[in-house]
């Protein structure tokens, strides 16, 4: 049953993923109701405001004495969110956004101080980092289907690189340090985490070229966690081909997920059988849609599947990563952290 007090929200940055959003996301939430928007464009702001019935902001600083508005959906560049997220927290106000929560580890934490200071949440769409599948995951492992995890390979990989120019702020290392591996492989980073908790220390190497593009085109790294478990991170903006995949070598088995255009499925193996099985997933049917949680959080104070310590820990590894391919020797994830509240 929908809830009677949703909450009501404007939205910020109607762009590539903005856009997205409002297809169906944002307008069949039963859980938020949109109220504002606002956008640097201003007829693509006059368009949609019209278009959904909805008031237009006349700058980001109105939303934070505008009573009506009780959170926000920031759907805008990484290098804004901290700012974004800082001054919102700082009105009483709550946010909203999907990955990754900022650039660095460092304007993570700020960002999470800042909201844990003022008591208002500040919630990250973390997708497919904690998603039914991963919970499956997750659970075999601790059941101990596999054995203890020895090694770990990801990939998320897309062809950004040949699809956008100097405009854009993915083109740019500035505006989006590690390219593909900040923007999509942070999935990925995530997911290890959730599987194999904090991450330790990050050796890497990164790829540019063979684009005009400055942001890295490759970025490949090796990760020790605390689990025992090391893993090799691989994300690049410059394969044509879209590739995602999740591989896990246990003591007594495998688990496999992708590539994505083979099988999505997830399936495994173990030393006693060499039967290849699929992993049922049956959580799908209580995972909660992420504007539900963010609603249950704000409402009801109920802990999300997507938190703030996943996405801090997402970052801090493209973080030590790029350090660790800049300087050539390894980057403990304690440096990135060390200044952290």
Known sequence: MPPSDPIRVAIVGLGVWGKIQMREPVPTSPFIKLVAAYDLNPELLAEFCESQGVRA??????????????????????????WQAQKLAEAGKHAYLTKPIANYAKEAADMIQAAENAGTVLFVDHGSSVSPAMKAIKRSLE??????VLMAQVNSSVGVHWQIDETSWRFHRESCPGGSAIQVGVYQSGMLYYLFGKPLRVTGTAGYGPTPATSESSLVLTIDYESGCRSTFLSSYSTKVNTRYLHLFGIEGNIFQGPQYIDNSVKYIRED?????????????????PKEQFYRQIRHNEAPDFTTDLA?????????????????????????LEHLP
Do not use: C, Y
């Not at 059941?143 to 203890?148: A, K, P, R, T």
């Open 57 to 82: 902001l006349p700058d980001f600083d109105a939303i934070l004495t505008d009573d009506e508005i009780e959170a926000v959906l920031l759907f805008t560049p990484n290098a804004a969110h901290p």
């Open 273 to 289: 059988e060499w039967v290849l099985k699929e992993l049922p997933i049956v959580d799908a049917d209580s995972m909660l849609d």
């Open 143 to 148: 059941e101990g289907l596999v054995g203890d």
């Open 312 to 336: 801090l820990h997402a970052v801090s590894v493209v973080d030590a990563g790029l350090r660790a391919a800049a300087r050539g020797q390894v980057v403990e994830i304690a440096e990135v």
